[in-house]
């Protein structure tokens, strides 16, 4: 049985709680409104998590780079150029990742990390005169948001702004900044490979951008953090000189029939009320997997009983209690968390405790509380749930909530604890 504890503002006065209780309104990120001070800075955190490292393999040891944009979180589409992809079938795609609250740009991180990090990725459209393609991903990381279309193309002058994954530069996720010369329709000649040579024909939008190879498919965004184009190149004989795709025609080959009829698979609210069972484990480990206050919620007296009661527990019953307090939500999602309804948030943090229960291979309850946003999740194993009393899940979440819900930590976990332990006699 999966238990989910309703979200709760921990020390905090109990108005915000009760608020927060009650599904307080939240923004939805395409709407967030653009933070005042530097646009740029505002805009490259806003788009950075939907914009994608391509890397496809040509064959011969050949490999093309560039990047690319969740334009359709339902369909699980991004958006490049026709020559990153070139002829082959598939890519692979890779998703920003956080450590510390910052993007790790470094390309060996994500290289070492293929298995972990890398998205295969199906490609399934393309337009080679407009030089656009679409990729279906297999999968999606949780809560990833897909960039909203600008409504119309930029004017002359009007500021905008790239992110990029430049191959002579060493790092991943590049910000440029811009301003739009023109938007015209134009004709050109491209030499993709030695014997290919090929016509792109499309509407453009030319910047100031400073662009180079490896940029090419990349999301070129306003200041609302709108798609207004797509990187295609910068002009090897002028300075700062560079091209991208308009939106019109990224509006063209959305609306194409056979990319309307690519089944939808965005979760709808009752997927993602229901819980899915963690992987069944076997512990083939001698020591219990160590809880971990990070927030420093509780008293060292009621900590320390705590973890007493986990050895207890795994040397005797072979189960383990697992408790985590973290300060804010991994890898840097601690503002998107708190924009999310109380569903999203649930199903955000279920997501971590079962990849967290895979990972360490954990084998009876898991208890994780954040401090910002103020949050608790409760899972009881597969394997374990046979041996604890019916409903035993039920209380031990009654038990906890009242006691944070006053704001008397210590003696919530203690109550838990006794709890388990009662339960396991």
Known sequence: MTLTLPTLLLRRPLGWLAALLLGFPTSTIAQEPVPTGDAGSSVYRKVLRSTVWVV????????????????DRGRRLVLTNYHVVGNVKTATVYFPAFQNNHVVTEKKFYQDGRGRLGIEAEVVELD?????????????PPDVPSLTLAKESPDPGQSVHSIGNPGRSGALWVYTEGKVRQVYMKKWKAQLEPNNVVTFEARVIETNSATNPGDSGGPLVNDRGELVGVTQGGAVDA????????????RRLLNRRSVLAMRTTTETTADKEKPKDPIKITIARDKPIPSDDAAKFFGSEAWKKAVEASEKLFKDKKTDLVIKTIPTPPMGDEEKVKKMSPSERLSYFREFVLKRIETEKVNGIYILVSKSPGSMYVEITKDAR?????????KLQETLLTAFKAGNFDEGLTK???LVLEARK
């Open 128 to 140: 080679k005169q407009a030089d656009l393609a679409l990729l279906r991903l297999e999968r999606l």
């Open 239 to 250: 300075q700062l000189l560079s091209t991208f795709i308009d939106v019109s025609e990224i």
């Open 56 to 71: 496809s393999d040509r064959g011969g040891g050949k490999i093309a780079t560039g990047t690319g944009s969740l334009v």
């Open 386 to 394: 046979a041996q604890y009393p019916k409903d035993f899940g039920k």
């Open 416 to 418: 838990a604890v006794d």
